[in-house]
T-cell receptor, first 118, second 112 residues
Framework: GAVVSQHPSRVICKSGTSVKIECRSLDFQATTMFWYRQFPKQSLMLMATSNEGSKATYEQGVEKDKFLINHASLTLSTLTVTSAHPEDSSFYIC??????????????FGPGTRLTVL | LAKTTQPISMDSYEGQEVNITCSHNNIATNDYITWYQQFPSQGPRFIIQGYKTKVTNEVASLFIPADRKSSTLSLPRVSLSDTAVYYCLWGDPSNSGYALNFGKGTSLLVTP
């Protein structure tokens, strides 16, 4: 299947700093990417839908000014956690939708980024 | 994608066939059923997708009855490495805004 990468895989930062997470589709183009957050022992929670060339769509309860999303190209979306606090510590996962010819429009997920805010 | 109903957990021994059933009573005409597998600290991995009857790939089979209100993921001869959480989801993949809303999933434990 198609490959989605994330960078970094793990990050530790101090409270109050900002952290940027990159999500790349390596062998296909994605006009739509999604960002999820997963706390320990819980399921994935959709945070926002990232649209190439336009503003992201955020789920209810997700602060758009705190979680900045930029989808500047068809292979890259970034999530910036601004002024991070310990409660933002979580596993952040992105996915990209393969809309290419012959695909099933399935979503492929990145390996995730473990964020720890001290 | 709407949330689903599936067992919270299942146990199996190595070498057995495991069937995980998911209920989706309100599935819409254009919706497909998709199953994902997730290991701890990894992103979910696509397993199989289907619309009706039976779909089989190198990893699993997916059985969908005529009314499509449920589906069963079948894992043949599981091994220890199949221990993971399995998520059932449904929705219209042709919809560009199609986002996956994960339920709690089924935590499968395979033991020797």
């Amino acid at each position: 299947g198609a490959v989605v990468s994330q960078h970094p895989s793990r990050v530790i930062c101090k409270s109050g700093t900002s952290v940027k997470i990159e999500c790349r589709s390596l062998d296909f183009q994605a006009t739509t990417m999604f960002w999820y957050r997963q706390f320990p022992k819980q399921s994935l929670m959709l945070m926002a839908t990232s649209n190439e060339g336009s503003k992201a769509t955020y789920e209810q309860g997700v602060e758009k000014d705190k979680f900045l999303i930029n989808h500047a190209s068809l292979t890259l979306s970034t999530l910036t956690v601004t002024s991070a606090h310990p409660e933002d510590s979580s596993f952040y996962i992105c996915s990209a939708r393969d809309e290419g010819a012959g695909s099933l429009n399935e979503q492929f997920f990145g390996p995730g980024t473990r964020l720890t805010v001290l | 994608l709407a949330k689903t109903t599936q067992p919270i957990s299942m146990d199996s021994y190595e070498g057995q066939e495991v069937n995980i059933t998911c209920s989706h009573n309100n599935i819409a005409t254009n919706d497909y059923i998709t199953w994902y597998q997730q290991f701890p600290s990894q992103g979910p991995r696509f397993i199989i997708q289907g619309y009706k009857t039976k779909v089989t790939n190198e990893v699993a089979s997916l059985f969908i009855p005529a009314d499509r209100k449920s589906s069963t993921l079948s894992l043949p001869r599981v091994s220890l490495s199949d221990t993971a959480v399995y998520y059932c989801l449904w929705g219209d993949p042709s919809n560009s805004g199609y986002a996956l809303n994960f339920g709690k999933g089924t935590s499968l434990l395979v033991t020797p």
